[in-house]
């Protein structure tokens, strides 16, 4: 018995946080100390997980040169492979010491450099800056990339689909201007910037991960296919300390996503990296990681570290100006992500992994994860039609369902921008908090154009329509193959039908959706949380077949919800009061779906007359 509570006394301290924070923490020199011409010492990982030194050379500070106050001290670094690579994407956060006194992190550096010659973030400002805990503010919300107002109820599904198309870049400072990639290439390589920060890419498909180099490219890092987290297990991994290669986790799992960069400080159990943003996104919960280095890719424009994650040591919860910053211990709940799959070939595949809880971030990270699932296991052109169901369960009781079908146009990446679109919408909502319980994706596979055109519509009768009466509506369709199909949808007159003539709408998504937008007239902003999952859980689906009975009647839209054949007494009293309500011209007494096996387009109305 004593030997046990001694063995778990040494599992206590092997897992306690300064078992990751090696040696006493270092005397900080303050930047009014620092001048031209002192030397010091830099450290950081070459390769492996061997902490190398460097030479520095202290050539100035900078006073103002990021805003105000914010200095930046300019130095001439040697040793490694410096000469040959200049400053490395990779070394952000490399801790440089004078006298043994820690003065801060490189940082910055200049493209097509001949010298290697960068920029040192002071200490204190990184210290001072992830300090604060202010939450995140709403400009940096999904939500401001949807278009002005917010989502449109009913919610357009071609625009829900397109959402992740547009960047997802915060409406305030975007980072990807500071690192000089708008400027031209000959004022780009004489402005100073912030290091690249290498984006190691595990399992996704080669498809995928070049449109991600693009994408992820333009937000200011470097976008690397590498080793997975697992890949790692039996590599040996030394205590987090100054100058280790350090990660921030975006993805892991049968996906791995992770960014890299380096420790600056170490006091206690807090940890500082980077020396600059990851994304200034304020209070963050991503997963902290050790880092393996494989080697240093030389490159005239910016060399980089190609590296792999290893194990998660804490949670970086600080995203600022200056720095990361974050705690060792136990890492952030992150969402999980489910894909089952049914191929073309008949094989069922199987895809687990999590993306970090973030509402900028969740959502393109499940569109690419997503994507890499449908688009590595078929083929990314061509004929091909995706049927693919969702469900995203949140906190509360509340769950988003999807259900629909793409064909022709790289189904895949629509079915990912559908089941990824979600998170955007309810991770931003100005309404309650949401925690995302899980993601499970359901999709299945045909190598052929599952498609077809409304071709006619018509009402099989005899003699005239009376109220009360159910009428088949024939519905000819026309596939791609140019064989006919027909449907038969009931339609049922409600008993108490007023005489008079009906308008009977056969359609699309496409159509039904604009008509009920036409009644719209504007945009809308759901009221609540509730109502936004019940917009969302009704879209409209391809494969679907709309019909509705509509009349000439008096109503109203109030706060996003139809209010049909209302009395003039009501119409009277809702046209005096808010603005936001919208009257209604016709009435929908009766509407149906029906489901079929193609992606429908096209629309037809019939004309209707009741007697009694």
């Keep these: 018995m004593e030997m046990f509570k001694r063995l778990m006394l040494l599992a206590l301290v092997a897992c306690s946080p300064a078992a990751f924070a090696a040696g006493p923490v270092p005397t900080i020199m303050p930047l009014s100390q620092i001048q031209p011409g002192q030397k010091g010492i830099g450290r950081t990982v070459f390769s492996g997980t061997r902490i190398e030194e460097f030479n520095v050379e202290i050539l100035g500070v900078l006073e103002n040169v990021l805003g105000p106050g914010d200095s930046m001290i300019l130095a001439r670094l040697e040793g490694g492979p410096l000469a040959n690579t200049g400053v490395i994407a990779g070394m952000s956060g490399s801790p440089v010491f004078i006298d043994g006194k820690l003065i801060g992190a490189v940082s910055y550096g200049f493209p097509f450099s001949k010298e290697t010659i960068g ?65 031209p290439m000959g004022l780009a390589g004489a402005s100073l910037m912030p290091l690249s920060l290498p984006l190691t890419f595990s399992g996704f498909d080669p498809g995928v991960f070049e449109w991600a180099k693009g994408f992820f490219g333009g937000l200011g890092f470097t976008p690397v296919a590498g080793a997975s987290r697992g890949s790692m297990d039996a590599v040996p991994s030394p205590p987090l300390e100054p100058g280790s290669a350090v990660g921030v986790s975006l993805v892991d799992g049968d996906f791995d996503l992770s960014a890299t960069g380096t ?6 159990d807090r940890v500082y990296a980077f020396g600059h943003p990851f994304y200034n996104l304020g209070p963050t919960q991503f997963p902290m990681t050790k880092a393996y280095v494989y080697s240093v890719f030389p490159s005239l424009y910016s060399s980089f570290k190609i590296t792999a994650p290893m194990e998660p040591v804490g ?45 900028l971030l969740s959502p393109v990270l499940a569109y690419v994860s997503v994507l890499s699932a449908l688009q590595g296991s078929e083929r990314a052109f061509g004929t091909s039609t995706i049927r693919v169901r969702a469900s995203l369960k949140l906190s509360g009781g509340r769950e ?24 955007g919408y309810v991770m931003s909502n100005d309404f309650e908090p949401v925690t995302v319980e899980s993601l499970k994706v359901i999709a299945s596979s045909l190598e052929s154009v599952q498609s ?26 026309r596939t791609h193959r140019g064989e006919t199909r027909t449907e038969t949808i009931p339609v049922a007159i409600p008993a108490n039908a007023p005489e008079g003539s009906y308008s009977l709408l056969v359609s699309d998504s496409n159509a039904i959706t604009n008509l009920e937008q036409r009644e719209m007239r504007q945009p809308f902003i759901p009221r609540d949380l509730d109502q936004l999952v019940r917009a969302i859980n009704s879209l409209r689906r391809n494969n679907h077949l709309y019909a509705r009975l509509m ?24 046209g005096s009061g808010e603005s936001g309500i919208v009257p209604l011209r016709t009435a929908a007494i009766w509407d149906a779906d029906v489901a079929t096996d193609y992606s429908l387009t096209g629309s037809r109305l019939i004309s209707l007359t009741v007697e009694r």
């Design 452 to 477: 077809a055109t409304i071709q006619r519509a018509w009402i099989e009768r005899s003699g005239p329509i009376r109220p009360g009466t159910t009428l088949p509506l024939r519905v000819a369709l």
């Design 400 to 423: 988003v369902q999807l259900d629909d079908l793409f064909t022709e146009d790289q189904p895949a990446g629509q079915a990912a921008a559908l089941v990824a679109a979600p998170l």
């Design 263 to 268: 420790v600056t400080h170490i006091d206690g």
């Design 315 to 359: 949670t970086v919860d600080q995203d600022r100006s200056a720095a990361i910053a974050g705690r060792l211990g136990m890492p952030p709940r992150m969402i999980p992500v489910e894909v089952l799959l049914a191929t073309s070939r008949g094989q069922a595949r199987n895809f687990h992994f999590r993306v970090v809880e973030d509402e």
């Design 551 to 574: 009349r000439a009647d008096e109503g109203a839209i109030v706060g996003g919800e139809y209010m049909q054949s209302l009395p003039p007494s009501v119409l009277s009293v809702l």
């Design 119 to 183: 920029g040192i973030t002071p200490i204190d400002d990184m210290i001072s800056k992830t300090k604060t805990l202010a939450p995140r503010a709403a400009s940096t919300r999904f939500s401001a990339r949807l278009g002005p107002g917010g989502p449109k109820l009913p919610l357009d599904r071609a625009a829900f689909v397109a959402a992740l198309e547009r960047p997802l870049r915060p409406v305030a400072a975007d980072p990807a201007s500071l690192r000089g990639s708008s400027l």
